[in-house]
């Protein structure tokens, strides 16, 4: 998975079946190791994503507010 190829929905899509998997009850070990190690990434990549937009959202404000 390449990490800034996947947008945040995308992502987030991709936990929501990694979590539908894992409630299903049918993955062996090996999966649900796997699924565990996936999440993981896409978690991260989320949080990153949503600190990178919170810092522009941030820095755009801070601009506007020293133009007034």
Same mark, same amino acid.
């Given at each position: 998975m390449a990490?800034?190829?996947v947008s945040y929905k995308?992502?987030?899509k $991709? /936990?929501?079946n990694i979590l539908a998997d894992i409630e299903g009850d049918n993955?062996?070990?090996d999966e649900l190791s796997e699924k565990v190690k996936v999440a993981t $990434? /896409?978690?991260k990549l989320c949080?990153?994503?949503l600190y990178n937009t919170e810092k522009d959202?941030?820095?755009i404000i801070s601009g506007n507010k020293?133009?007034?």
């Open positions: 990490k800034n190829q995308e992502a987030i $991709q /936990l929501e993955l062996d070990v $990434q /896409l978690l949080k990153e994503k959202i941030q820095e020293e133009e007034i």
